[in-house]
């Protein structure tokens, strides 16, 4: 940057006083110059012409670059700035230049996006490794301080893919996802910060255009390689990205002990990551996944075929899986209820919920009443204080069998 004139823009107000020096007669109307115009990504190089006495000033840079040592051309700030943004993001390439578009700004190439998002990318990887890094050594210091040095710490973990892992049943003999992002978050302090994470990605251009030219490459093991996974890899097996997070908290100096594992309840995620540590982690289920795998079984379970109201399958189908749905949102409005009653006293809440699983089997029976204001926390049994469904109809009633209610406990009580 020149040291008289700071802003990038101020350097082409200067050809305005330059043309009034040399040509301090012409009063012709300066204007860009269209023909020396030359642009670099988002940003430009341009001059001034004066249309009439022909003054054409040097090109200038409208735009600040990025400070770095050595030779060669510096990046505009601009589009690192544009890269770092669209990194964030879930746009493609093309999705990107689409939006610039729409917007009437000239986008700049395909390439040069990718090109300077490939650079940007491996910035970012650094940075935020090494801010993990340090949130790691920061929860050291702050169970030291609260006198617990080398206490474990409690982990929650999930998988996280580019398509949905079930989506290719009964299309395609592959697996439908072939990118996998693994997260692994404290569970010490309130932010919940991520400590550790992986990706996994199998895709590898470079490769697929190599063995179409009949050249035998193995995808990941050669130089330029994008995959870091072989193509046969289980894209779901939560246990090894577990694993793969945990080698990232054992590469610190003091690495962290994981005493708890919270993920989802089918997940494998926990035995991963205690055999990868050494030591014996306690599975945690979360109440999402919980709640959700209790909606799955409900709505799949064999009940009798009068149990739900309806004049055809179809109807008693779709009033099941209503039944499923609002089942679980009761649940877990009665489970949350408990928690904040009993302050989170496990064996209190325990003997509670199992009274309140009778009352929610008697309440949809239409048997709402002392039972629900005995031991339900989400029903107090009166006609204007009482669950009241959102996805049933104010009319429902269960009609069960001795078999229904074993069927309906199971979910409650597993």
Aim: glycine share 6%; charged share 25%; hydrophobic share 30%.
């Amino acid at each position: 940057m020149d040291a008289e004139s700071p802003n990038p823009n101020s350097r082409l107000y200067q050809a305005f006083k330059e043309h009034s020096q040399k040509f301090p007669d012409c009063d012709g109307s300066l204007d860009w110059n269209q023909h020396g115009e030359e642009k670099r990504g988002l940003a430009w190089i341009l001059s001034i012409r004066c249309k009439k006495c022909h003054y054409t000033s040097h090109h200038k840079k409208l735009y600040e670059e990025v400070s770095r040592s050595g030779r060669g051309r510096r990046a505009a700030q601009l589009n690192v700035a544009m890269a770092v943004g669209h990194l964030g993001t879930n746009l493609t390439t093309e999705g990107m230049r689409g939006m610039l578009l729409g917007a009437n700004i000239e986008p700049a190439s395909a390439t040069n996006i990718h090109q300077t998002c490939n650079k940007v990318g491996k910035i970012i990887t650094d940075v935020n490794k090494n801010s993990m890094k340090k949130i790691r050594q920061d929860i050291q210091e702050l169970n030291e301080k609260c006198g617990l040095a080398n206490t474990p710490i409690r982990a929650e973990g999930d998988a996280r893919y580019n398509n949905a892992t079930f989506s290719a049943i009964g299309k395609t003999p592959f697996q439908a996802a072939t990118q996998v992002t693994y997260t692994l978050s404290e569970n010490v302090t309130q932010k919940k910060n991520v400590v550790a994470v992986f990706c996994g990605n199998k895709l590898c251009k470079k490769g697929t255009h190599l063995r179409a030219k009949g050249k035998e490459v193995t995808c990941p093991g050669y130089e330029g390689c994008t995959a870091n996974i072989p193509p046969e890899t289980t894209i779901g097996d939560e246990k090894r990205w577990a694993a793969e997070c945990i080698s990232e908290l054992q590469s610190d100096d003091r690495p962290h002990i994981i005493s708890h594992f919270t993920s989802d309840g089918d997940s494998a995620a926990a035995s991963g990551a205690s055999e990868k540590q050494g030591h014996m982690i306690e599975n945690l289920k979360d109440l999402r996944h919980f709640f959700d795998s209790q909606r799955k079984q409900t709505a799949k379970a064999p009940f009798s075929s009068h149990m739900f109201p309806g004049r055809t399958k179809a109807m008693r189908e779709s009033m099941q899986r209503r039944f499923a749905l609002d089942l679980k949102l009761r649940c877990r409005t009665e489970y949350e209820n408990c928690y904040k009653h009993y302050s989170g006293d496990l064996p209190l809440m325990k003997r509670a919920m199992s009274t309140a699983v009778r009352s929610i089997i008697s309440c949809y029976q239409g048997q709402c009443g002392k039972s629900c204001q005995l031991h339900s926390f989400s029903c107090r049994g009166l006609k204007n204080n009482k669950w009241n469904s959102s996805v049933l109809p104010r009319d429902f009633e269960l009609s069960m069998t001795e078999e229904d209610m074993c069927l309906l406990r199971y979910p409650m009580y597993n």
